[in-house]
């Protein structure tokens, strides 16, 4: 007989830990050690039942899965969430594994990662998993439905919660790294995907559950390939620039505004061009900066360029001085605000002005901070 950590017997096992734990010193650790190692026996217990499914079980353990999963849709996502209240991407696979298919999965992305049997994508079936690097590592993750299609918790973007994508959009085929597999294949056949309505399509992220059976059929034709079109970044920025120092002046030293644009398309840094106006009350200057830029989807970019002084008032130099602007950034993730998508924005810069008439060296107090907000626009 073999156990399975179902949310019942999840429960039961609990209680009997609480039981254990009123013993006292020693005896509480080796309590503790036996209800671990039980755990451990059980949960390895349940994942051999999964390599001793045939076809068949497996289809009926797959269905279940999809099942479960499709019944979270609407669920806003919650980081660390578990239930219908609020609910995050590896929280929904293993929730779908224990309500769905009654067997315990791990609660991380990463352990989930290290888990589950990765695939090619010419092997993937509904049930299956994929897996996606939004933060410049493996850090999403969905449950494959067919056709393309997958169901999952989105943190971020027009559309959060509980939603099916397709791996056809833009951002999804852009992040999408790999497949992975936990119930066995169906082999020769497949899964067909849910017919249309039954798990609510990729328009408008419906969040109506899915009714209909899933069927066995020959496999259907790949999904197809995204489209040509680039995937790019812009945004548009506000930021206050302030000194970077100590020194008895006012903080507030200027302001900036400025547009940037950076190339995405399949790419784990992104390349892209930042120009503006700023304003820097500290030297004077009226200035258009223009700037190359390298990104990373974490949000962390370093950039370099100069600037064309339209106006100075102080004692240095209007001529184009090359690296005459150079830093870091860092952008938060966007958040849907009404219309907007918005982020906030944070770099530390050097503004390099030589000094004017021959004068050597640079002016001093080139060190600044720059904070605001951007209007981010991503394909």
């Known amino acids: 007989m073999t156990f399975s950590l179902t949310p019942q017997n999840g429960k039961k ?51 279940s899965f999809i099942r479960a999963a499709l019944s979270f849709q609407g669920t806003p996502y919650v980081r660390g969430g578990n239930t219908k209240a609020g609910i995050d991407c590896s929280g929904l696979v293993c929730q779908a594994g224990l309500q769905g298919a009654g067997i315990p999965l791990p609660r991380t992305v990463l352990s989930l990662e290290q888990y589950a049997e990765k695939i090619p994508e010419s092997e993937r079936e509904p049930g299956d998993l994929v897996f996606f690097n939004t933060t410049g590592r493996i850090s999403h993750v969905g449950i494959y439905l067919g056709n393309g299609e997958f169901v999952h918790a989105a943190s971020d973007g027009p559309r959060t919660g509980v939603i099916v994508s397709n791996l056809s959009e833009s951002y999804w085929n852009r992040t999408y790294r790999f497949s992975a597999r936990i119930f066995p294949a169906v082999e020769p056949e497949r899964y067909s995907a849910p017919a249309a309505g039954q798990a609510g399509g990729t328009q408008g992220g419906s969040t109506g559950p899915s009714d209909g059976p899933f069927v066995l059929e020959p496999a259907a034709a790949p999904a197809p390939a995204a489209d040509a079109s680039p995937a790019y970044r812009l945004e548009a920025k506000g930021t206050v620039l302030w000194d970077f120092g100590f020194n008895g002046v006012f903080p507030v030293r200027g302001l900036t505004v400025s547009a940037s644009a950076a190339w995405c398309k399949n ?30 989807p974490g949000g962390f970019s370093v950039f370099a360029g100069t600037q064309f002084f339209l106006h100075s008032g102080g004692e240095g130099s209007t001529e184009v001085f090359f690296p005459g602007l150079a830093g870091v950034s860092w952008t938060s993730r966007a958040r849907q605000i009404g219309p907007l998508r918005l982020a906030f924005y944070q770099s530390m810069e050097l503004s390099v002005i030589p000094k004017a ?9 080139f060190f600044r901070l720059a904070s605001g907000l951007t209007l981010v626009f991503e394909n």
């Not at 209800?35 to 797959?62: C, H, I, P, T």
């Open 357 to 365: 008439n021959g004068g050597e060296g640079i002016l001093p107090g």
């Open 13 to 63: 096992l609990q209680h009997r830990a609480n039981f254990f734990l009123f013993f006292p010193g020693k005896a509480r650790f080796f309590a503790a050690t036996l209800v671990f190692a039980g755990f451990m026996l059980f949960s390895a217990g349940a994942q051999a039942d999964l390599s001793a499914l045939n076809a068949a079980e497996s289809q009926q353990k797959r269905q």
């Open 267 to 296: 790419l784990t840094v992104y390349p892209g061009v930042m120009a503006g106006f700023s304003w820097d009350n500290r030297h004077g200057t009226l200035s258009v900066p223009l700037c190359l830029f390298l990104g990373i």
